[in-house]
Nanobody, 130 residues
């Protein structure tokens, strides 16, 4: 059974940094893509950053370009999100997601959408105080 689990959330002041990690396990083949989403109550889940695991091509929402960096370890079993220059509007629950069916391929250059991803972590809270 495939499991996805995030870690590394917390509270930080505006301008600070946090790094989120995501471990996926229980799969027999690597996911095609992995991504980070975030959600605040009352709003839709927003795709923040995505990566195609075989090519390491990365994609970002305009709201985080230049501040966030998505990466994977060499074994492609752990996903990271380095968040710098954090703003109060970055406050949200952050979710890690994986696509094991290839639906994400060719789609993330425009928008990272949740319907392309099939396995989700439980979320980790990030709070940025101004």
């Amino acid at each position: 059974q495939i499991h996805v689990m995030e870690s590394g959330g917390g509270s930080v002041q505006a301008g600070g940094s946090l790094r989120l990690s995501c471990a996926a396990s229980g799969y027999s083949y690597s996911p095609f893509c992995m991504a980070w989403f975030r959600q605040v109550p009352g709003k839709e889940r927003e795709g923040v950053a995505g990566i195609e695991t075989s090519t390491s091509n990365t994609y970002y929402a305009d709201s985080v370009k230049g501040r966030f960096t998505i990466s994977q370890d060499n074994g492609k079993t752990t996903l990271y999100l380095q968040m710098n220059s954090l703003k109060s509007e970055d406050t949200a629950t952050y979710y890690c997601a994986a696509d094991f069916f290839g639906r994400c391929l060719g789609s993330m250059s425009t928008t990272i959408t949740h319907d392309k991803f099939n396995y989700w972590g439980q979320g980790t809270q990030v709070t940025v105080s101004s």
